[in-house]
């Protein structure tokens, strides 16, 4: 899914680790969920994180793809089922000035 990505000043490279379990979470404009290619529900959402957190433990990281244009009342609960299921490392992606967009 593309998505204009916010920009940010500063920030850190993300792990390249492949052994790291990971979660990419897409939040397009309308506020709509996608996870794996498939349009989900925040309960859906929920459900699926807790059990990934299940079978992968404290090491899942969710990375969060947002639309710059979507407002935090919308990523709010995103991060509320991270955290309801135990999830912590929670990134977001974004733009560093010069990689464009």
């Known amino acids: 899914m ?30 709509q969920l996608q996870l794996a290619g498939r349009l989900v529900t925040i309960q859906q959402l929920q459900e699926r994180l807790l059990t990934r957190r299940q079978i992968s433990g404290d090491d899942l990281e969710v990375r969060i793809r947002s639309d710059r244009s979507v407002l935090y009342s919308r990523i ?18 974004v733009y560093q000035p010069g990689e464009g967009n």
């Not at 593309?2 to 309308?30: F, K, M, T, Y």
């Not at 709010?76 to 992606?93: D, E, S, Y």
């Open 2 to 31: 593309e998505l204009p990505l916010p920009h940010a000043a500063s920030g850190s490279q993300p792990d390249q680790d492949e052994q790291q379990p990971r979660l990419i979470v897409n939040v397009a404009g309308d506020g």
């Open 76 to 93: 709010n609960p995103l991060m509320q089922a991270c955290a309801k299921a135990g999830i912590w490392n929670v990134t977001f992606a």
